[in-house]
């Protein structure tokens, strides 16, 4: 468990970690590689863990170990250098793509766009995508991730709010640290959507020699003041349930109410009003209890909230959500005090992807990105995405982008 | 306290009154009120209160005594045909304009409109406005109404959550109790913003012959699944808060932490990203307090909204919002099952104020319910307001549309 990330055992790809054991020495993996990337990527895939001994935050505060999961589509070539960098959304975790089982019910969230053919294309790329710090979704067994519901080794007890605050650069540290590991120092492209456009946004201001290509999709460069109160009202919720108890509840019990009325919350908000009236109506949940009549009554849209975000509770943690809240909070492009400085550091062509009926990011504030990134010299193209979604657009919506996607990545 | 209707001594108009005082008879009085209508209105208002001896909900509960507050600017004529109705928004009053001292901070919130040769010219019409039941601002001390707050004089303890749900429905039958009360049977014109335009929608629907213009300002013909939501979630941070106890509180603790959420979202989902963008940048609350350093630090948005939340939390009462957000969400003109019958019913000429920037209404609900209006037969306008301000553009910017609507009321 704690091994060092030097020595871990754990960051070999999966389709040559089973060569590994076939072949037996080093050297025959390496060739085998070679010829893995020739081979279609079948759609399924295994969940890795990459573990760091320890990691010290941007603010000086050591972590140790760390430990996230992370997940790969297609094969990584010889001169390791076709790696896509895929990163997640708030809610998100590494599975974008493919399936763990053939009978799962959902593949993973861009699936639509990733495998075989498709616009990134794992005939061509290996695509990889890792957990964040501070997951969301610490309680599912397919994602790994360090933060506050983590043991601290240090006490043998969940690290609580003693856990470092940690930022969306610490989240890109972390994963350079994984691709190092993999020996890889260069990115054909990094792309993610929300959250995962920040990170993408921080790659490539902090390490422009390294990404060749910039894809955020539904983000800006810095939480503006919307997104912050926005952020701030996801929190809430979570610091009302006295079962919160300022962050120590891992021996007692979860603030399982808050956090559902969170997640119902952010539902909302990455949705559009669209989405809403035209999959729902005005009917009640329940064809006994008349919401104009009883107190505790509610309509359809209310259940089918409370229940998608009660599903989604089962699996997430209250602190995790808290952190990423601070996290994407303090977001600016470059982590200094300048919006200007930290995008004009991209040097990648930039494609942003965005729907001007994003309720969490301001069109205004992607497209104010945009200029900014092209005045410090960059090419930039901004396309928007169409759907009744809002923000979410840019998640279920993103294969109506996939020509532009696949002409971008092979220019 | 307990007067019936028939015999309030409550009822008379500001005006009136003090020259009640001076003729001493009901016939003086009379010839007196239409001398008074040639007098300008000097700004200073003096709240009133209706009651009625008892009132049956339109869901058949009875609620007895109702209390509400009014308020009134210009003189009614003898024929009690220049009344213009002014209902309120979701966390309004009856103060839609004037001062109550001269040296009041602020007028009410259309003072803007509302006055001596204003658009809403108190030197031609009366304008009136009344505080709904289960107002928010149960304990403003300018606020009088009827809701979970005020003593059951059965059990001489507040009604809490035996009072009856009430709708909009129910809001415009008080109403028009309290304008009854003053001889008025015919209306100039109703019009109001957001939950007020939902009282204006109903006022046309229900009493069609009475209601001779309709202005609905921000607000659409029926609570659609996504105001249904919104709505919900405003209730939420209030049901979490342990001292809510499901609305018993009023032998202790109030649920203030919960009431100042809930105002904060709704403060927050008034407005727009523009307004959020233009007014605050990154600052943070305490020069001392790095919010991306401290879990509990924040920004400067945050804290100015946690402020103002704070502020309207001490007037207003929890189980309130919670009946007005039932009163809402069960809203569709007409109080049928039919939008379409419902709107149909109306013959008022309308004009209708929107802004496309609205998130609480969303402005495709405003046009459906243009067109529905229109099917039916009466005339409508449909004008866009202008702003930063999102939903508030109703309130805060309702001067741009002031010309409009001088003309409207003079046709």
Chains 1, 2 share one sequence.
Do not use: C
């Amino acid at each position: 468990m704690h091994d060092s990330f030097e020595h871990s055992t754990m960051i070999v790809p999966r389709h040559s970690r089973a060569m590994l054991g076939l072949a037996g020495t080093a050297l025959a993996a390496t060739l085998l590689l070679a010829s893995a990337s020739a081979a279609a990527w079948d759609g399924l895939v295994e969940k890795q863990v990459f573990e760091m001994e320890e990691y010290t935050t941007v603010g000086g505060e050591t972590i140790a170990p760390v430990r996230i999961g992370w997940e790969a589509y297609g094969s990584l070539n010889e001169e390791k250098d076709n790696a896509i960098l895929i990163t997640h959304f708030f809610s998100g975790t590494s599975h974008a793509a493919g399936r763990y089982a053939e009978d799962d019910e959902a593949p993973g969230y861009w699936d639509a766009i990733i495998g075989p053919g498709k616009p990134l294309d794992t005939d061509e790329y290996y695509i990889i995508a890792s957990d964040t710090l501070v997951n969301l979704n610490a309680h599912d067994p397919k994602v790994t991730t360090t933060g506050p519901a983590s043991t601290n080794p240090e006490t043998g007890e969940p690290w609580g709010t003693d856990f470092p605050l940690v930022t969306i650069r610490d989240f890109v540290e972390v994963q350079k640290a994984l691709l190092e590991s993999l020996g890889i120092e260069q990115l054909h492209a990094v792309m993610g959507p929300s959250m995962g456009a920040l990170q993408a946004y921080e790659w490539a201001s902090a390490y422009p020699e390294q990404v060749e290509r910039l894809i955020p999709v539904i983000g800006g460069g810095v939480a503006d003041p919307w997104l912050l109160a926005t952020l701030s009202g996801w929190a809430a919720p979570i610091r009302l349930d006295a079962n919160w108890n300022d962050g120590d509840y891992y021996d007692g019990e979860p603030p399982l109410d808050g956090l559902r009325e969170a997640l119902k919350l952010v539902t909302l908000n990455a949705n559009h009003w669209q989405w809403a009236n035209e999959t729902f109506d005005r009917s009640w949940a329940d064809d006994d209890a008349d919401p104009t009549r009883e107190l505790g009554a509610r309509y359809a849209i209310e259940q089918t909230l409370d229940d998608i975000a009660a599903a989604r509770a089962e699996l997430a943690d209250a602190n995790h959500l808290i952190y990423l809240v601070k996290a994407n909070q303090a977001f600016i492009a470059g982590h200094g005090d300048s919006l200007e400085e930290g995008l004009a550091r991209i040097e990648a062509p930039t494609l942003i992807l965005y729907s001007e009926n994003d309720l969490v990011f301001a069109p205004e504030g992607v497209r104010e990105t945009a200029e900014l990134i092209e005045a410090g010299g960059a090419t930039v193209e901004l396309v928007t995405l169409e759907g009744n979604r809002g923000h979410l657009d840019g998640v279920v919506g993103i294969d109506q982008a996939g020509d532009r996607i696949r002409a971008f990545l092979s220019d």
